[in-house]
């Protein structure tokens, strides 16, 4: 299928070409795209698991929102705001605005505004600040990664056609309706050839209607389970299976059910990514993992890969990294002269969401985007780029085999030329490599190496756990003016309603150990009791959801916590 964009104040010249979607989604979906004059048509690249191919409606919000959205790079000085006409007058500008810092303490973040290889340059640029620092990890996937590296010796994923061997697949907290289109399309397709879909998930997502079963687990009690599972198949011994099954909230014959696909079914297992968001989501994922190994699963495991693995890295060496739990906290101590952020909105996206607005209001900041984030509102520089319409790229899919590459196609500035053009007026040599120089040697396959694991319970907690997923509407932070209506939205199970004397409709106060929101109840059994649930990277009603979220490391000491937050809910008034 063919869709047109008609785009507003915009002229292209006429030109075909191969193009995909570099944003943070497994997905990668590649396209043919015609642009001429102010129309933009594209066609989906059909793949081996996606054909005839499709894309997600999200890219056409995308390019209506970043092509020549009317930005313009500024600075504030003081009260005032001074707009730069042109982009050469707002990269001299930035150059003269750097200049003083080049010897300063500065604290840099990249996000995944774009995942293309090229976005790498910026880390190329700032790295050579002599007191520039970074964090060691991402707040999202780092934990399950850790999880496979120490486990199998590396992160990869098989074909996802293997897929297709199964006779039953389980998903683990894998909402693929909402975060993987293309993964739903695809198991839409095995379940009518006859496979059977098993869904762990605590909470009721969209992927439910696929489902064949539904095991609504405790959250944080995937590896509880799994270890279960393993003692009763003889592979442990002395854990107590009652207890496990009691915390996880698994019901006998649901406990049955998996012993019998396990112990006589060929079985796949794709685990979500939003396993590694609990307190304990490495030791979960390692019990998964384990669990997989002992039933002759390996081949049929599916978590994921880094987007970037065909490649060699960036030449790059930050003269120090931190821990994601301490970059607020020194940001807002005032330990740093800048803040660096590229395409990153952690006010919104990161945990404590107050914690980040002290530290911009303390450190002078630069924001490089596309967007006028909320986290660009602090900003003290703003220099606006094309965003990936106008940058050259290559990258593969972090779920996917395949992988693709790109020129541009907007005549907008992009990451690559900014960082390019700062270079040169700093004097700052940058290393460019073409891609076919750049191939990386291809992942030493899976080697399950652990011998025993430790089991690591669930926090107890006195009040309500608090879980944010994604909406199919939008993706991550990338949410257009507006979208949040409708979707503010604090979700609670019907007994913590009837308990609390909450109607749907109330306004309530979610209160946690850093911070607040509030939102509207919306009583439903999609979450088990004791466990609310919001749309993540939302603007609220007041406040944003991670404003109740605390800056807590997972047990890998990577990723951040998310879902580990204990919260208080309080009436404000009767809706």
């Given amino acids: 299928m063919i869709v047109t964009i008609i785009l507003v104040n915009h002229s292209q010249r006429a030109q075909t070409m191969n193009f995909f979607c570099s944003k943070d989604c497994p997905d990668l979906c590649g396209m ?18 996606s054909s005839p191919g499709f894309i997600c409606s999200k890219f056409k919000d995308f390019a209506t929102r970043e092509i020549n959205n ?12 001074q707009h730069f006409p042109d982009t050469a007058d707002g990269l001299g500008a930035l150059a003269k605005w750097l200049a ?7 604290l840099y973040l990249r996000g995944s505004g774009s ?85 762990i998930d605590p909470v009721r997502t969209a992927t439910v209607s696929l489902a064949d079963y539904f095991i609504q687990i405790q959250p944080a009690c995937d590896g509880l389970l799994a270890c279960a599972l393993l003692t009763e198949l003889g592979h ?19 406990f049955a059910l998996l012993l019998d696909r396990l112990r006589h079914k060929k079985v796949a297992h794709i685990q979500g990514m939003g396993l590694q968001r609990q307190e304990n989501g490495m030791n979960a994922m390692r019990w998964i993992n384990r669990l997989v190994h002992f039933t002759a699963g390996e081949e049929r495991l599916y978590y994921g890969h880094k987007s970037k693995r065909r490649w060699q890295p960036h030449p790059v060496r930050f003269s120090k990294e931190l821990s994601l739990d301490e970059i607020t906290v020194r940001l807002a101590a005032g330990e740093f002269d800048l803040f660096v952020n590229i395409a990153v909105n952690p006010v919104v996206t990161y945990a404590d969401s107050n914690l980040w607005i002290r530290a911009l209001n303390r450190t002078p900041t630069l924001v490089v985007d596309t967007n006028m984030t909320t986290t660009a509102t602090y900003a003290d520089f703003f220099l606006k780029v094309g965003g990936m319409f106008a940058q050259a790229d ?14 541009a196609l907007t005549d907008e500035l992009s990451d690559m030329q900014a960082a390019h053009a700062l270079a040169k007026k700093l004097n700052i040599p940058l290393i460019r490599t073409p891609e076919e120089n750049l191939r990386a040697p291809a992942p030493a396959p899976r080697k399950y190496q652990t011998q025993s694991l430790d089991l690591h319970w669930p926090q107890e907690m006195k009040d309500f756990r608090l879980l944010t997923a994604s909406h199919l509407d939008y993706l991550n932070s990338q949410i257009m003016n507006g979208q949040e209506e409708g979707l503010q939205v604090i979700h609670i199970n019907p007994l913590d309603a009837e308990q609390k004397e909450i109607a749907s409709g109330d306004h309530l106060r979610v209160e946690g150990d850093c911070g607040a929101f509030s939102a509207q109840a919306l009583i ?52």
């Fill in 115 to 199: 995942l293309g290889y090229n976005m790498g340059y910026w880390d190329q640029l700032f790295a050579a600040f002599p007191h520039c620092v970074t964090v060691n990890s991402d707040p999202c996937n780092a934990t399950g990664g850790k999880a496979h590296r120490l486990d199998f010796g590396c992160v990869s994923n098989p074909c996802v056609t293997h897929l297709a061997e199964a006779e039953t697949i389980i998903l683990y907290g894998k909402n693929a309706a909402v975060t993987s289109p293309h993964l739903y399309s695809y198991l839409k397709k095995l379940k009518k050839s006859g496979s059977e879909i098993i869904l």
């Fill in 70 to 81: 009317g930005l313009r790079s500024w600075q504030k000085t003081g009260d005032d705001i």
């Fill in 524 to 575: 439903t059994d999609e979450v088990r009791a004791g466990t609310l649930m919001c749309w993540k990277n939302l603007p609220m009603l007041d406040g944003f959801c991670n404003s109740a979220v605390p800056g807590r490391l997972t047990d890998g000491e990577t990723g951040l916590a998310y879902y580990a937050a204990e919260v208080r809910i309080f009436k404000i008034n009767g809706g």
């Fill in 100 to 106: 003083p810092y080049r010897n300063k303490n500065i």
């Fill in 32 to 49: 043919d795209i015609h642009s001429e004059e102010n129309m933009i048509s594209y066609r989906a690249e059909p793949q081996p698991w």
């Fill in 236 to 254: 442990e011994r002395d854990y107590p299976i009652p207890q496990l099954l009691e915390t996880a909230g698994v019901a006998h014959e649901d």
């Fill in 394 to 407: 290559f990258q593969g899919s972090y779920f996917f085999p395949h992988h693709y590459s790109r020129p």
